[in-house]
């Protein structure tokens, strides 16, 4: 087992995206540790993984959290390409120059995301899947609040308070915190003096695609899964129903469920010690110590 403070700080890496754009991360724990990738939901960025990261490389483990293409720190595509092939075709690109059996986490989008990679070429490295608060059939209006959240504010915010307002009244359930300042993280401060959204609002174009549209396919690959799979729910979630695990079962018959009452859509950082509790216990169950 390794040092606690050799990994108490991430180390900043890179990877070539479908097209050539640059595609940012940031590794925790050994390199020789077993692997799990993160992907985050839309308008995210990697650092909601950060706390999973940290406690992951505390046992030994090397969490690897990116920033999906016109997100964070990664280039924007500069066609406006976020389709979910091209995501998936960024992942996959990831875990080939890797060359390691991975689990791969993915919450929402990035859930999509790994779900599809499994059947395509180059999936054989996925170890295992952890989709967290997202399944092939959605609540309608549990998506379209998220989308509506997502394409809002296209004019920014006068201050970093005033975007925390926004943020908490899309999540009414989760306590507001002191400072606001935790959002510098997600926001970039334009010259005109607001702030940001930290992605490619081209994301909401027209020129992205619609996660209702893709049940078919969704399900398609899901059935052809043999692999170790967790989804985590938050239980006040408006995304994913009871109905919808039970569906996403009936595909799935060797699906691990783990439900986190106090959580909601945004389920990973609602309870982060709970979640991340889960995936250690998956990732050791499947990957084992190296």
Request: proline share 4%; net charge negative.
């Amino acid at each position: 087992m390794s040092n606690d403070a050799e990994f108490s700080e991430p180390r900043r890496v890179s990877f070539r995206g479908r097209g050539g754009i640059t595609l940012a991360g940031e590794s925790w724990g050994p390199d020789d540790g077993p692997l799990t990738v993160f992907l985050h939901g839309g308008g995210q960025t990697r650092h909601s993984w950060k706390d999973s990261g940290a406690a992951l490389a505390k046992v030994g483990l090397q969490a690897l959290l990116l920033d999906a293409r016109g997100h964070g720190e990664s280039d924007w595509a500069p066609d406006g390409d976020y389709s979910r092939e091209s995501m998936t075709a960024d992942l996959l690109g990831i875990l080939a120059e890797l060359d390691r059996p991975a689990i791969v986490v993915g919450a929402s989008m990035g859930g999509l995301t790994a779900l599809l990679a499994t059947d395509r070429p180059g999936s054989e490295r996925i170890a295992g899947l952890v989709m967290v608060d997202v399944v092939p059939r959605p609540e309608h209006k549990g998506v379209e609040r998220v989308l509506s959240f997502l394409g809002g504010h296209q004019d920014g915010f006068a201050s970093l308070d005033e975007a925390a307002d926004a943020v908490a009244e899309y999540l009414p359930h989760r306590a507001r915190p002191r400072s606001s300042e935790g959002l510098r993280r997600n926001l970039r401060l334009r010259e005109d003096g607001r702030w940001y959204w930290h992605w490619d609002p081209a994301m909401m174009s027209g020129k992205g695609e619609d996660i209702e549209a893709h049940t078919v396919d969704l399900e398609e690959a899901a059935r052809k899964l043999s692999m170790p799979i967790l989804l985590v729910r938050g239980r006040l979630s408006d995304v994913v129903s009871e109905q919808g695990v039970a569906d996403f079962r009936a595909v799935v018959p060797q699906l691990e469920y783990v439900e986190i009452k106090a959580a909601a859509h945004t389920a990973a950082s609602d309870v982060n010690d709970e979640f991340t509790d889960a995936v250690v216990d998956f990732v050791r169950a499947h990957l084992g110590e190296q």
